[in-house]
Every structure is written in C-alpha cells, then in structure tokens.
C-alpha cells in the first residue's frame, strides 16, 4: 500500500521569506502523481501544484515549486516570498498514475503553517 | 463552474440515528469521490463513483455506511446507527474524467454524534 509521510506538524514563516515543507512517500509503482493541496481554516481544499512522476522536470505555480527527488521519494514543497493568505493546513498527496489524476489519492497527515506578519 | 456543494454544513445527532449527506458535483465531472478527515489528520478515501457506477470502496465504509449515486449526477453517503467514532469531516470530490484533470472538492460536511 502507498503511503505518505509528513513529519512536520507545524511550520511558522515570516511574511515576504522562504519557506519549505516536507513530503516522503512510499510506492512500488512507477508512474504516479503528486499534489500539494491546501486547506484554510474552515474553508475547502485546493490544488496548490501537482508533479507527475515521469516528469523530471521540477513543477512551478507562481511563488510555488516543489523539489521532487524521485529516487529518494521526496517531495518538498517551497513557497517564495510568504503571504498572510498562506496560512493554512498543507497536505501532501499521491495518487495511481495508471487511472491517471482522477484516481483516490491517499494523502499525509499535513503541516500547519502560520506566517507572521 | 460553481464549485462542489455539500449539504448539510453540519450535523448533529445522537448516537444511533442514521444521517445522510448529499454532494453535487461539478455539473461537468463524472466521477465523484467520498472521504472522511478526523481532527489533525489528512482526509481517507472512502469511495468513489464514475457515473452511477460504485468503482471501489474502502475497507473504511463498513456495513452502516452506503453511498449512491443515482443517474450519475448528485451523490447521498447515508450513516445508519451513527457510533461516536463517527464524528468526523465528510469531504467531497469530483473530476472530469480527462486524467490529467485534478479532483475538486467541497467544503464537507462536519458530523458530530452527541
């Protein structure tokens, strides 16, 4: 079974700086998908980025981008120049490549951000 | 596109009623996923429908949980004999079924069993 680790439960960042969060999985599959999704306090989950496996080529959205080390099943996220609305749960997630992106994805236990103004 | 909706926002009930909560999905999306997210925790699939077909269900769904999608449009997941473990965020999802397409999701249902 594939599983997916985030061992920060909270991170705290100041507004305008850098900041990493951290992602490990586990498959035997190799054709899959990663995602970082994000969920405010009391407010829907939404898409942040999204990294296919066979791609080796490092996923950007704007001030976001992941690191995604294939060989060591890492997939870190990395939010440039922090803002206030980026204070929210972060999960990592991953799913089947095989069904594609419409698969159920199992998803990480998530990080808490809070960024200080 | 006006997003997934879910209903009700919250419920309360006491230990041993049966609920049920509804989902709509994005009009366009024909599958539709179910999961369940415990305080502290990330969201656990539960189920998933393509069209009004049932595909897969976790082990998590046991005998009191069944979920329906009739015509392949809105989808009711119905708790019978609600238990205190209960108690958790019910969160839907659609797709499309292009697979480069991610999963939208709404803003689920809280269950509290008093």
């Known amino acids: 079974a594939q599983t997916v680790t985030q061992s920060q439960p909270e991170m705290s960042v100041q507004e305008a700086e850098t900041v990493t969060l951290s992602c490990t999985y586990d498959?035997?599959?190799?054709?899959?998908?990663l995602f970082w999704y994000k969920q405010p306090p009391s407010r829907q989950m939404i898409l942040v980025i999204r990294?296919?496996?066979?791609?080796?080529q490092n996923a950007t959205e704007n001030r976001f981008s992941v690191n995604f080390q294939k060989a060591a099943k890492s997939f870190s996220l990395k939010i440039s120049d922090s803002q206030l609305g980026d204070a929210a749960m972060y999960f990592c997630?991953?799913?089947?490549?095989?069904?594609?992106?419409?698969?159920?994805?199992?998803f990480g236990k998530g990080i808490t951000l809070s960024v200080r103004p | 596109d006006t997003g997934v909706s879910q209903n009700p926002r919250h419920k309360i009930t006491k230990r041993g009623q049966n609920v049920t909560f509804r989902c709509d999905p994005i009009s366009e999306h024909n599958r539709l996923y179910w999961y369940r997210q415990t305080l502290g925790q990330g969201p656990e699939f539960l189920t998933y429908f393509q069209n009004e077909a049932q595909l897969e269900k976790s082990r998590l769904l046991s005998d009191r949980f069944s979920a329906e999608r009739p015509k392949g449009s809105f989808s009711t997941l119905e708790i019978q004999r609600t238990e205190q473990g209960d108690s958790a965020m019910y969160l839907c999802a659609s797709s499309s079924r292009w697979q480069d397409q991610p999963q939208h999701f709404g803003d689920g249902t809280r269950l509290s069993i008093l």
């Open positions: 990294q296919e496996a066979y791609k080796q």
């Open positions: 498959t035997s599959e190799s054709d899959y998908y």
């Open positions: 997630a991953y799913s089947h490549g095989l069904t594609g992106a419409n698969s159920k994805l199992t």
